[in-house]
């Protein structure tokens, strides 16, 4: 089941969604997962901390999956 997380600016940096998700405890955490490869957006893994992340897409680590609204 995903988890929808509603945004109000154009777009939320990656790391920032994951914090702002509550999906990890820190910035610490979210930057040691990005680079390690375990973030996909829209089914591509991504190791940019700063990607920018839009209405509509669709994060996934582990069993965690978020859908950007």
Do not use: P
Request: charge should be positive; glycine fraction near 12%; proline fraction near 0%.
């Amino acid at each position: 089941m995903a988890t929808k997380i509603k945004i109000q600016d154009e777009f939320i940096k990656l790391d920032s969604l994951l914090k702002y998700s509550s999906s990890v405890g820190s910035g610490g955490e979210a930057k040691l997962m990005i680079l390690s490869g375990e973030v996909k957006v829209n089914g591509k893994i991504i190791t940019q901390r700063g990607k920018k992340i839009r209405k509509g897409d669709i994060v996934q680590f582990g069993d965690l999956k978020i859908e950007v609204e």
